[in-house]
């Protein structure tokens, strides 16, 4: 099984039911992995603006699976909340 890493970065304005629709959301996008590992790095200031905010929340996911589905990234991209994402694969 390959492994992969998906790093995401949300706008630091979202209340707590507002951050968990999106990460669900998200989650649902990778049904077909398997989620090992998700964790919330927290809010950070950003470099530059992005989306006119100048904090972002982050959150790392570690996935398990075989495939990424091939929509995936332009589904994240359009997720409400979301100013940034990188997915890897590890191995």
């Known amino acids: ?13 979202l209340s707590e039911s507002a951050k968990k629709k999106a990460l669900d959301s998200i989650k649902s996008f990778v049904k077909d992995l ?11 200031q950003l470099a ?4 006119q905010s100048k904090e972002g929340v982050y959150f790392t996911f570690t996935l398990e699976g075989e495939t990424i589905p091939a929509d995936l ?8 909340g979301v100013l940034r994402h990188l997915l890897l694969r590890t191995k």
């Open 1 to 13: 099984m390959r492994q992969y890493e998906l790093a995401l970065v949300l706008q630091g304005d």
């Open 48 to 51: 530059y603006k992005i989306k």
């Open 73 to 80: 990234e332009r589904r994240i991209f359009n997720q409400e």
């Open 34 to 44: 398997k989620v090992t590992g998700e964790k919330e790095i927290g809010k950070k």
